[in-house]
């Protein structure tokens, strides 16, 4: 079962829920027990409610911080004549937002240009980083804001390479 939910989600925040809903009888309350018994949730991230089974956030989910999760979780039924267990694993994934900005290693940048540069030679490679994990949140792109003197086709940027 993989349940997902976004960078951001605040402490207390229901995000599913490893409930069976394909029970022909809703069984009464506490003859169906959760309790998470493993995984890779070492922060205590998620707790699962033992009589509901929603799965709820006990601090803010920071994708940064982890992607992915998953809970070994143990389903008791005691609501049939032959109680029954089982352990269900959920995968949690969560998506990443947009909260960082892009940075530079060095602000201000001077650069030095020799008079006797090529034109269409490269002078400088612009390198921001950008700690928004992986995908089109961490993508960069570069322009120029100002020019001083206005001359448009004296410096060129590439957008995409910070050259």
């Known amino acids: 079962m993989t349940l997902n939910s976004v960078e951001g989600a605040q402490p207390g925040s229901i995000i599913g829920s490893v409930r069976s809903h394909d029970q022909q009888k809703v069984p009464e309350e506490g003859q169906v027990t ?3 018994v493993g995984g890779t949730d070492r922060d205590g991230t998620f707790m699962v409610d033992r009589l509901t089974g ?4 006990t601090r803010e989910l920071d994708y940064e911080r982890g992607a992915r999760y998953t809970l070994q979780i143990e389903v008791d039924d005691f609501s049939r004549a032959y109680p029954s267990s089982h352990l269900v694993q959920l995968d949690i994934e969560v998506q990443d937002s947009n909260d960082h900005a892009p940075q530079f290693p060095e602000d201000p940048v001077t650069i030095v240009v020799p008079e006797n540069m090529e034109p269409g030679s ?7 980083e950008d700690r928004d994990g992986t995908g089109p949140n961490s993508e960069v792109r570069y322009s120029i804001l100002h020019r001083w003197p206005d001359a448009p086709d004296l410096l060129l940027l590439d957008p995409a390479t910070g050259s």
């Open 34 to 36: 959760y309790v998470v």
């Open 54 to 57: 929603d799965v709820y956030l």
């Open 122 to 128: 490269s002078v400088y490679t612009f390198q921001a």
